[in-house]
């Protein structure tokens, strides 16, 4: 039994659900999170869920990052094993896995990784929806530092206790108050792996299509095209999931498809340059060179631009295709 988890037995031996925590118990400052969870259960999350399907990886020594990732990424549909991303995640200098390379491994096997806002609450809908929660912990006793990574699978407020994958074992249960106070030392780090047509249910807009744009730079292209397709469901409005989703089928051959989706997206943009620039050269590769150049020239940007430059490169392609120097 680890320094930890003999603690933790300890923990248990004090009863009072919510504040259980051997040592700290009424020191509402130390667990904020969890106080704010006793007066105000998160609205339409079911007070008791659990991911029995989760797989579980036993760590070897030092290496929970690799077996925390693997029970995320087997569950979002990869084949791995924890040997196969010590590669990607263990740094043995430090014993351990830093945060940068957690969120990147997922992105290289077409998986999406989220990193979660710091909230108790966002932890717990995301667990009801049936995403476990991949999180990092501080759990050294007394001035001992022991950075750990485990996985959320499931919660009963009844019995205000959580349940990990962790370690060497396959349910943990951990009190709220125990689980906040190892948790908060990382400022509440937690993120989860999705296959690409997931979408957290706590997700933010820019947030998520940022996490797309980083899934996009290393995937396959069929894994960023389910990505944006799935971020125009939720947010049919995005200006950025429209041009993704758009370059996506444009990459495809598919310029028909790729025009529907730039059309809506300048209905509901008009004045966007980049959706103008893509759909107007869309039109001419479709070899509607007429209709295009109209179009590039609804557009304007300042001199020295990005923008500037890409219409300038547009206008001069439809120009030379329709055989005139200006």
Not at 164 to 191: D, H, Q
Request: hydrophobic share 45%.
């Amino acid at each position: 039994m680890s320094a930890f988890q003999a603690w933790l037995a300890g923990a248990r031996l004090y009863a009072g659900a919510f504040f259980v925590l051997a040592g700290l118990s009424g020191c509402a400052s130390l667990v904020p999170q969890t106080m704010g969870l006793r007066d105000a259960w998160p609205q339409g999350v079911a007070a008791r869920s659990e991911l029995r399907a989760v797989p579980f990886f036993a760590q070897q020594e030092y290496q929970c990052g690799p077996a925390a990732l693997a029970t995320t990424l087997v569950h979002a549909g990869t084949a791995v094993t924890p040997d196969e991303l010590v590669k990607r995640v263990y740094l043995p200098g430090r014993e351990g896995s830093l945060q940068a390379e957690m969120l990147a491994a997922p992105r290289r096997y077409g998986r999406l990784s989220y990193q979660l806002a710091p909230r108790f609450d966002d932890l717990l809908r995301e667990v009801a929806a049936g995403n476990p929660v991949l999180v990092l912990q501080d759990t050294g006793v007394g001035f001992i530092t022991n950075w750990h990574y485990a996985v959320v699978v499931g919660f009963d407020y009844a019995a205000g206790e959580l349940y990990l994958r962790s370690g060497e074992t396959r349910r943990l249960a951990v009190p709220f108050t125990v689980f906040e106070y190892t948790w908060k030392k990382s400022n509440y780090w937690a993120m989860l792996t999705l296959p690409p047509d997931r979408i957290p249910v706590t997700a933010s807009e820019p947030a998520y299509l940022a996490a797309v744009a980083a899934m996009e730079r290393v995937a396959a292209p069929d894994a960023s095209f389910a990505a944006y397709s799935a971020a125009l469901q939720r947010w049919p409005d995005n200006v950025a999931a429209s041009i993704g989703l758009a370059n996506r089928h444009y990459a495809r051959g598919e310029l028909g498809q790729a025009e529907a989706v730039l059309r809506r997206a300048h209905t509901r943009h008009p004045d966007s340059v980049a959706v103008i620039n893509n759909l107007a050269h869309t039109l001419s590769d479709l070899q509607r060179n007429e209709e295009a150049l109209v179009l590039i020239g609804q557009a304007s940007a300042p001199a020295g631009s990005p923008f500037a430059a890409a219409l300038g490169e547009t206008r001069a392609l439809i120009l030379q295709r329709l055989g005139r120097d200006s």
